[in-house]
């Protein structure tokens, strides 16, 4: 038995298995071929498709490179915000520099509150990693204000310019080379610019123009011109802290230094220091200045408003007249007209003056200069901005009249409040005055006429005549008082027609003089020549002048008393030496007394007519002393008429003439009485001659006496 684990095969089972074993090696040498060709087959075919398909292998980096990139990114953090990211398409490093070379770059620069970005491309950037600093050769475009999150809406702000500095720490962007730009204030052009991200301000160095845009697109900008200009961006200002100049249309501002305040990034107002600014039209010129001008636009981009303070001044030009205001303080205001300002209106505050200079034209009589003082001046234009409408103080106020004009008066008002009326051409139509006192200087005066007259009035209303542009009437209500020179008059209400030069006197009128005076409801006065009428309850006192020495008394009401009269008329002409009265007419001298419906006074010739219903009263002088001294005689005389002439002392009565003395009473058709100087300078009835029926009574107690006759004389 075989041992265990061991087994016996028949030869032939051999056999059979040697032979099957030969077959099936050949069949496995077969296989094994087939695969290795197979292998063989894919591995080629592999091997020449990635030949085919296989990237280039990178060039060898140059050897003053450290590193080569593509699709380079570099991006700094504070925290888990992004501050900066620069990408680029491609980046190279320099071996020795340690600068990198980038190209096709685009700089993110991330503001405070992460919701927006600017953002900054050029075609080739050097960027010096180690200093964070990167600099563009080339053209280099800024985008600013970009949302992280959303798309631009609206209009991207753009800036455009060359030789750019930027750092990457601080996100500032700075230029020395020309830049223009697209703002929201505006577009526009500087050599120079500085941005800074983090404090969202534009510095323009040099060279600036700007072009303001409006609040309403498509309005007409402002045109911006300055050596140095910062914009605000988060405070909406823009600063200009070299001298400035900004233009629209005929609209010019010059300032030595502004600053320019935006409403949703458009132009809304000009705060200007060491200003001055005009407004040029073809028959209009506007010219302001201030130490600080405030203008306010509104949506067109017109100016609405001027505020100027510490020393204005307003010049206005038009083809009839210069007028010049300084104050303080002005507020200007103006209303639009075909896209541009027109100046509405102007108020001056603080020591304002306001002067007014015609311009010659030819056939035109040359207007006076007008002189305007107050506290506060308003001015108002008529529509279109060429010409004054009214001019009006709001506090005490002085204007004056100065003529240009050979033989014409210059004339001072002053009043509470002043109105001025303007017509057509700036010519002055009316002035009225509350509170008003005036001052008149005569051109044309004669030896001894005062130099100037003057009135008060609670009103006062002027009107001018349109053709000569002088005052025409002057009208003054309410306590009016006048002075010139020694005469004096005062009244309820008071018209003076300057043509005539005539005063008149209504409602309690009185004029005096150290020669007399006059009381009416009604006085009219003559300028020229002193005259006047009285009418309405006159009521005058005449003073005598001072008899010459050696002259006689001119006795009847012509001496040196003082005479007074009541009237319902009167007249006073050639200095008063000829009055005038009518209307039961009573004068009386001391104790004598004459009643008439008609006097006429003569002083110069010493003459003296009366008419109508004649009563003269007289009484003779006191004579004797002491114990001796007899009560003075009066005589009464009546008549129609009377005629008194003082050189011959004669007294001529005519038209039932009655004489009464005493006991004695004359009657007749005529009387002519005779007075005596006595020797005091007094004067007394000396003697009468009657004649035509003569009638003569003379009554004693228990008797009478009667005489008749053609002709009877008396004699004291």
């Given at each position: 038995m075989p041992?265990?684990?061991?087994?016996?095969?028949?030869?032939?089972?051999?056999?059979?298995?040697?032979?099957?074993?030969?077959?099936?090696?050949?069949?496995?040498?077969?296989?094994?071929?087939?695969?290795?060709?197979?292998?063989?087959?894919?591995?080629?075919?592999?091997?020449?498709?990635?030949?085919?398909?296989?990237?280039?292998p990178p060039p060898p980096i140059p050897e003053n490179l450290s590193a080569a990139a593509q699709d380079w990114t570099y991006t700094q953090m504070d925290g888990d915000r992004p501050v900066v990211t620069v990408s680029a398409r491609s980046f190279e490093q320099?071996?020795?520099?340690?600068?990198?070379?980038?190209?096709?770059?685009?700089?993110?620069?991330?503001?405070?509150?992460?919701?927006?970005?600017?953002?900054?491309?050029?075609?080739?950037?050097?960027f010096d990693r180690s200093a964070g600093?990167?600099?563009?050769?080339?053209?280099?475009?800024?985008?600013?204000?970009?949302?992280?999150?959303?798309?631009?809406?609206?209009?991207?702000?753009?800036?455009?310019?060359s030789g750019v500095r930027f750092d990457a720490r601080s996100?500032?962007?700075?230029?020395?080379?020309?830049?223009?730009?697209?703002?929201?204030?505006?577009?526009?052009?500087?050599?120079?610019?500085?941005?800074?991200?983090?404090?969202?301000?534009?510095?323009?160095?040099?060279?600036?123009?700007?072009?303001?845009?409006?609040?309403?697109?498509?309005?007409?900008?402002?045109?911006?011109?300055?050596?140095?200009?910062?914009?605000?961006?988060?405070?909406?200002?823009?600063?200009?802290?070299?001298?400035?100049?900004?233009?629209?249309g005929g609209t010019t501002l010059q300032a030595a230094s502004a600053i320019v305040r935006?409403?949703?990034?458009?132009?809304?107002?000009?705060?200007?220091?060491?200003?001055?600014?005009?407004?040029?039209?073809?028959?209009?010129?506007?010219?302001?200045?201030?130490?600080?001008?405030?203008?306010?636009?509104?949506?067109?981009?017109?100016?609405?408003?001027?505020?100027?303070s510490n020393g204005a001044t307003l010049n206005l030009t038009s083809p009839t007249a210069r007028t010049a205001v300084s104050s303080d303080r002005m507020d200007l205001e103006f209303a639009p007209e075909n896209g541009e300002s027109v100046l509405k209106q102007a108020l001056a505050m603080g020591n304002t003056r306001a002067e007014s200079f015609p311009i010659a034209r030819p056939n035109v009589p040359v207007a006076d200069t007008r002189l305007l003082r107050s506290e506060v001046v308003e001015v108002v234009m008529r529509p279109g901005g060429e010409e004054m409408a009214r001019m009006a103080t709001h506090a005490p106020g002085a204007i004056e009249f100065i003529p240009n004009?050979?033989?014409?008066?210059?004339?001072?008002?002053?009043?509470?409040?002043?109105?001025?009326?303007?017509?057509?051409?700036?010519?002055?139509?009316?002035?009225?005055?509350?509170?008003?006192?005036?001052?008149?200087?005569?051109?044309?005066?004669?030896?001894?006429?005062?130099?100037?007259?003057?009135?008060r009035s609670d009103m006062l209303t002027a009107l001018f005549d349109p053709k000569t542009n002088q005052l025409s009437r002057l009208e003054q209500s309410g306590g009016f008082r006048y002075e010139e020179g020694a005469r004096r008059a005062l009244a309820e209400r008071a018209a003076l027609d300057a043509g005539l030069n005539q005063i008149l006197l209504e409602g309690n009128a009185r004029a005096w003089d150290p020669t007399g005076s006059t009381s009416a409801d009604r006085i009219q006065l003559d300028q020229r020549t002193s005259d006047f009428d009285a009418e309405g309850n006159v009521r005058s006192t005449r003073i005598p002048e001072k008899k010459k020495p050696g002259a006689g008394s001119q006795a009847m009401l012509l001496g040196e008393e003082t005479l007074q009269a009541t009237a319902r008329k009167m007249r006073s002409a050639n200095g008063q030496s000829v009055v005038h009265y009518e209307g039961g007419v009573t004068l009386w001298q001391g104790p004598n007394r004459l009643r008439a419906d008609v006097v006429a006074l003569d002083?110069?010739?010493?003459?003296?007519?009366?008419?109508?219903?004649?009563?003269?009263?007289?009484?003779?002088?006191?004579?004797?002393?002491?114990?001796?001294?007899?009560?003075?005689?009066?005589?009464?005389?009546?008549?129609?008429?009377?005629?008194?002439?003082?050189?011959?002392?004669?007294?001529w009565y005519k038209g039932e003439v009655r004489l009464q003395r005493a006991e004695l009473e004359i009657r007749s058709r005529q009387l002519r009485a005779w007075f005596r100087e006595d020797s005091d300078g007094g004067s007394s009835l000396d003697r009468a001659f009657a004649s035509g029926a003569v009638e003569i009574v003379h009554r004693k107690p228990g008797r009478v006496r009667r005489g008749t006759g053609e002709e009877a004389e008396y004699y004291i």
């Open positions: 041992p265990l684990g061991t087994f016996s095969v028949p030869r032939r089972t051999l056999a059979m298995l040697n032979v099957r074993m030969r077959r099936i090696r050949w069949f496995l040498l077969t296989v094994l071929v087939v695969l290795i060709a197979a292998l063989a087959a894919t591995y080629h075919f592999q091997r020449q498709f990635r030949q085919r398909h296989a990237a280039e320099s071996r020795q520099e340690g600068v990198i070379d980038l190209t096709g770059v685009e700089l993110k620069l991330y503001h405070r509150d992460g919701e927006a970005y600017d953002r900054a491309r050029s075609a080739r950037v050097s600093l990167l600099y563009s050769e080339g053209e280099v475009e800024v985008a600013m204000g970009l949302p992280v999150e959303d798309k631009p809406a609206g209009r991207i702000l753009m800036i455009r310019s996100g500032k962007a700075e230029t020395d080379r020309a830049a223009s730009f697209e703002l929201d204030l505006g577009r526009g052009e500087a050599v120079g610019a500085v941005y800074d991200p983090a404090a969202r301000e534009l510095i323009l160095k040099r060279a600036v123009t700007l072009l303001m845009n409006p609040r309403r697109k498509g309005a007409k900008p402002m045109r911006l011109e300055t050596e140095n200009l910062i914009y605000r961006e988060r405070e909406s200002e823009v600063w200009l802290n070299t001298p400035c100049r900004l233009t629209r935006l409403r949703e990034g458009a132009l809304e107002m000009v705060e200007a220091f060491k200003a001055s600014g005009a407004d040029s039209a073809p028959n209009r010129k506007l010219q302001y200045a201030a130490a600080e001008l405030r203008l306010f636009f509104d949506e067109e981009g017109t100016v609405r408003k001027i505020e100027g004009r050979p033989g014409l008066s210059r004339r001072l008002l002053e009043g509470e409040r002043i109105t001025i009326e303007f017509a057509a051409g700036n010519r002055v139509q009316s002035c009225v005055a509350l509170n008003a006192s005036t001052r008149t200087w005569k051109a044309q005066r004669r030896k001894g006429d005062p130099e100037f007259a003057s009135t002083r110069k010739n010493e003459t003296l007519d009366a008419r109508g219903n004649v009563y003269s009263h007289f009484i003779d002088r006191q004579k004797g002393d002491g114990a001796k001294r007899r009560p003075p005689a009066s005589t009464t005389v009546t008549a129609q008429e009377l005629s008194y002439t003082g050189k011959e002392r004669l007294a």
